[in-house]
């Protein structure tokens, strides 16, 4: 078992009342590290940190900011494969998964350097006269920052990327079910030296002591979570004490609309690629399926090989594994409650594949049918490998079915008709909508959601600016 310590002002340190926490193996239920169990004096610390380091990080130029971005893109291609067998085990993903986010990851990074040296504004002018008006972005400052346990060090560089390139400093938590892969990359930046001291403190601990010591901290002038929607309700609530700038991203409910005129099998891959991705564990997962009356058959015959063959075990046993585990046994009793309730309602299970026995936290992947719009199961975010399918009739029942839910992250349409799939685009209320595809991304546009899915993106320019504050600077010519 190894020990992983938090960064705190550029020194890697144990908790200050030197707490720890064992870490679990999602597929085994074995106890693979340990780490520092902070608390709220952790959070002091670590605030401390970040606040002495503004000024000299904020008063750096864009291209010092850039340099250091670059740098960590490059720690984190040269140590890739470290830290995906760390997620691998941590989260209980594919191997093959876990590598395919980090070149991901360090594109993020890189498109951030970037992004530093491009910020935008109004031009200079006079509106009125005799007086020359121009716009600043300036840093927030000390940003908080916890990020979730599905995609713990890919989340956290989306977010820890665009804050430092605005010139903030960060407290990042990752998620404590989940640490491993962010601090080793947090301590390697530090054995390298290179962020400087205080810019970027990573500590470990749960939510209810270092999360929401953070939200509340005076000294800290914003958060952002990635998390539930619950949780989220509560960040705003706590933020509000303060009157932070406030970043969720949320959960998700994503439909996939398939019209009949739809290729299939094109269909079939996506479903069995975004529903059962990460276990289902994403906000972005194909988890309903709406498909027109007329294809719904072809729909599921062929649905069913595709989700019956994937190969689910633990990730540790090679590299063929397509799904692993979800993230803890309270996570499968989770899900499996979310089926139970749908069956005992009416729904039926169309399709179940299979999964391992022994220690690990696995459920088997499964497609359901009967489900009506307003069941539990289509209302609420499940965040395992459950697909619900409904057939529509027409049109407006699939768009409004679709925009039915309090979610509105992410969603996909499925036809060969373009009028009708850029029609579906402008009327659906979701933050990113596909045509004729399911799941990617780049680094270039934003993420975010819509509704209960929080405020505030992800990714792209739009995310920079997330963390600067626009100042009006006026001189008179008199």
């Not at 991203?249 to 299939?264: C, H, Q, T, Y």
């Not at 989700?307 to 990730?315: A, E």
């Not at 595809?437 to 929080?454: N, R």
Request: charged share 20%.
């Amino acid at each position: 078992m190894t020990a992983f310590p938090n960064l705190v002002g550029g020194e890697l340190v144990t908790a200050v009342g030197g707490a720890t926490r064992d870490v679990v193996n999602p597929a085994t239920g074995a106890v693979i590290a340990s780490v520092p169990e902070a608390s709220t004096a952790d959070v002091e610390r670590a605030v401390s940190a970040a606040a002495a380091a503004a000024a000299s990080w904020g008063d750096a130029t864009p291209g010092a900011r850039a340099q250091v971005l670059l740098d960590l893109a490059d720690l984190l291609d040269e140590h890739a494969e470290e830290l995906a067998q760390l997620e691998s085990a941590n989260v209980g993903k594919p191997i093959m998964l876990a590598r395919s986010e980090n070149p991901i990851s360090a594109d993020n990074l890189r498109f951030f350097a970037a992004a530093a040296r491009n910020l935008e504004g109004r031009a200079a002018g006079e509106y009125i006269a005799g007086h020359t008006s121009m716009v600043r972005r300036e840093p927030v400052g000390v940003v908080g920052q916890i990020a979730p346990w599905n995609y713990p060090l890919q989340m956290a560089v989306w977010k820890l990327g665009p804050a430092l390139a605005a010139g903030n400093t960060v407290v990042l938590k990752p998620s404590e079910l989940t640490p491993l892969s962010l601090l080793r990359f947090a301590a390697l930046a530090a054995e390298h030296e290179l962020v400087p001291p205080g810019v970027l403190n990573v500590i470990s601990g749960d939510g209810v002591h270092v999360g929401a010591g953070i939200i509340a901290h005076p000294g800290v002038r914003m958060v952002s979570i990635t998390g539930d929607v619950s949780t989220g309700k509560i960040v705003a609530k706590t933020a509000s004490d303060t009157l932070k700038k406030v970043h969720l991203e949320l959960g998700g409910k994503a439909p996939m609309i398939v019209f009949s005129d739809a290729d299939i099998d094109s269909v079939v891959s996506a479903v069995r690629l975004g529903g059962y991705l990460n276990s289902g564990q994403d906000c972005t997962a194909s988890s309903r399926i709406l498909v027109a009356d007329a294809v719904y058959d072809e729909l599921v015959a062929k649905l069913k090989p595709a989700v019956q063959s994937l190969s689910v075990g633990d990730p540790a046993s090679g590299e063929s594994v397509e799904m692993g585990p979800v993230i803890s046994a309270g996570q499968r009793e989770r899900v499996e409650g979310f089926v139970a309730r749908a069956v005992d309602a009416g729904a039926t299970v169309l399709i179940s594949g299979s999964g391992p026995s022994g220690n690990g936290s696995f459920v088997a992947p499964m497609v359901l049918g009967g489900v009506t719009q307003d069941a539990e199961i289509v209302q609420r975010e499940v965040f395992g490998p459950v697909v619900t399918l409904q057939p529509f009739s027409d049109e407006e029942q699939a768009l409004a079915w679709a925009n039915g839910v309090d979610y509105g992250l992410a969603a996909s349409v499925w036809t060969r008709d373009v009028a009708r799939a850029l029609d579906a685009t402008r009327r659906l209320q979701f933050g990113v909508v596909w045509i004729n595809d399911h799941l990617p991304f780049a680094s270039e546009m934003p993420h975010g959601g819509f509704k209960q899915s929080g405020y505030g993106k992800d990714m792209s320019v739009y995310a920079v600016q997330e963390y600067t504050q626009v100042k009006h600077v006026m001189i008179s010519l008199d």
